[in-house]
Every structure is written in structure tokens, then in C-alpha cells.
């Protein structure tokens, strides 16, 4: 089986500071694995490295199956931003161009969206049920309805693997919750396989089937029944946290 994602030895420094060190795993078609560690611990560090927008410095990183540094088939990923770092208020696009900007960044000149591509775009929305929000001001939308907009602008392509970045972010207990379903409903039943950097270690183990987590290198990467009985992870986060952790799952 051709892993989604394998990262081998990979390190990272920002001058002197080093962000990751020796970072190595491996992700399936279909896990859906929560990226979690304190702050500071080189999750955003990693997400840019995987996406290309970094350029790694030690180690190797292939998505299906082909290096990143050659990798071009972007429509096979979808990445899903913190709300709060990318959409200002004053940005006059409707959710329609929004999430067309998926299929826009793709094409080569002129870059159009044609008939065959609005009818993506309608199907997406209508996924994420937002078509009656088709041509409203984006950044007037409360920030569930946001996110729901960014998860159909990802999506749009079809894509295999979908990164999210702490997707929770400023939303409201039931937004949030509502949007986790989605995700979930989306790796379940389409075979997404999914990537969701969180700070809530209790929420992402009620969706997630695996756990990466990071503090420069790799505490722990495996299924939450084993983070759960594992004796080495009690010592390292101690009983009650990992309790927190895994009373959900």
C-alpha cells in the first residue's frame, strides 16, 4: 500500500532555533491522525514543510509516494487555515469566488472558471451545506459559516488528503462541534484522509483514529487505545492529563 504521507529524519531550524529533529512516520489512506503538542513544538513548522511552503533542510518527505520537493499535483491536497489568519472582514468576495479560488489556483493562463468547474464549485457547497450562502460576503459570515467556506474551497478539487489547521480556532462549543462532524462524516464516508493540528487533546480523541504528537520530535504516533495504555505515556504526561485525553475515545 502506497502510504498518503512518510516522513523520514526530517529536521528544521530556524537559524539557531531548532524547530524539529529527527522527525519520522508514516500516514495511510483513510487515518485521520491529530497533530497536537505544546506551543512551540513545530506543528505549523511541519505543515509547511509537507505543503512545500518551507524548504527542508534534512531528511525526506513524500506525499503518495513521490518526493515534495518534485511533488506537483496540488489538487490532491486540501489545507484548511486558521480562520482568524486569512480572511479580513473588508474582503469583498462572495462564497462562490471564495471557494473557486480552490480551482482557480490550479489552472494555468487564462485561469476561468468554465461550466464544468461551477458545477464543482455548486457540489461543494451544497457538501458543506452552504449553497444558500452562495452569494454572500465571506467575510460578513459568523465563523462557523467561515470555516465551512474554507473546508468547501479545500474540497472543491476533490482531494485526498485535507490539512487542517486548528480549525476550532474562535469558534463557539457548538460551531466547532458541528464542524468536527463534518471532517469526521468526510474521512469516513469519502476515505479522506485527514490531518488536523489541535490544541484540545480531549475533543480530537472523539474524531481522530490516530495521534501524532510533537515536541520537536516524536513523543508518541500510534492509535489512542495504545496512547492510552501505554506506561511510558502516563510518566510523560501523567495520569490525570492522559485520562483528559483519553476519556473521549
Not at 465563523?143 to 489547521?165: C, H, K, N, T, Y
Amino acid at each position: 500500500m502506497e502510504h498518503i504521507l512518510s516522513v523520514r529524519d526530517l529536521s528544521f531550524s530556524y537559524g539557531p532555533t531548532e524547530a524539529l529533529n529527527n522527525v519520522s512516520f508514516d500516514i495511510e489512506p483513510g487515518d485521520y491522525v491529530g497533530l497536537a503538542g505544546p506551543n512551540g513544538a513545530g506543528k505549523t513548522t511541519l505543515i509547511k514543510l509537507i505543503l512545500g511552503l518551507l524548504r527542508k533542510r534534512g531528511g525526506t518527505i513524500k506525499l503518495f509516494g513521490q518526493d515534495s520537493g518534485g511533488f506537483s499535483d496540488w489538487r490532491r491536497v486540501g489545507f484548511v487555515p486558521q480562520r482568524a489568519a486569512v480572511l479580513n472582514p473588508l474582503f469583498p468576495a462572495t462564497v462562490q469566488e471564495v471557494v473557486g479560488l480552490g480551482l482557480l489556483s490550479q489552472k494555468r493562463f487564462p485561469r476561468k472558471i468554465g461550466p464544468a468547474d461551477e458545477r464543482k464549485i455548486e457540489q461543494a457547497l451544497s457538501a458543506m451545506d452552504i449553497s444558500y450562502l452562495k452569494d454572500k460576503i465571506a467575510g460578513e459570515l459568523s465563523g462557523g459559516q467561515q470555516q465551512r467556506v474554507f473546508l468547501a474551497r479545500a474540497m472543491v478539487s476533490s482531494p485526498e488528503l485535507l490539512i487542517l489547521d486548528e480549525p476550532g480556532t474562535a469558534l463557539d462549543p457548538q460551531s466547532s462541534e458541528n464542524f468536527f462532524e463534518l471532517v469526521k462524516k468526510l474521512n469516513q464516508e469519502k476515505g479522506i484522509t485527514v490531518i488536523m493540528i489541535t490544541h484540545d487533546l480531549g475533543q480530537i480523541g472523539k474524531y481522530a483514529g490516530k495521534l501524532l504528537y510533537l515536541d520537536r520530535g516524536v513523543v508518541f504516533y500510534g492509535g489512542f487505545k495504545d496512547f492510552c495504555q501505554s506506561e511510558e505515556m502516563t510518566r510523560y504526561f501523567g495520569p490525570f492529563s492522559q485520562h483528559l485525553i483519553c476519556h473521549q475515545h
